[in-house]
């Protein structure tokens, strides 16, 4: 591609500007006010990487798509390690 003008190009991110944690709340949200049970089907996605097992209902979709998905196991594992911690004290 031809740069014209000899100046840099600018490129800006799609990633989601929300927390992995933010991105997980608001699926589950989503899907629950749907009706689905929103741990089988993030558990679904996360294992398989098939989207469908997200609702597109209030963009969840597209959400959970902006955030990788070893970025939302990792925020899983935290807060499960993290609420652990504190049962134990």
Known sequence: M?????????FTSTRSELTPREVL?????A????????????VGYLLSGDPTY??????????ILR??????LEELVRFYARKQKRDEE
Do not use: C, F, H, W
Request: glycine content about 8%; hydrophobic content about 30%; cysteine-free.
């Open 67 to 72: 955030v990788e998905r070893d970025e939302l």
């Open 2 to 10: 031809e740069n014209k003008g000899g100046k840099t190009a600018k």
């Open 31 to 42: 899907m629950k006010e749907k009706g689905y049970d929103p741990v089988n089907q993030i």
């Open 54 to 63: 997200i609702t597109s209902y209030k963009n969840a979709r597209y959400l």
């Open 25 to 29: 709340m608001t699926v589950y949200a």
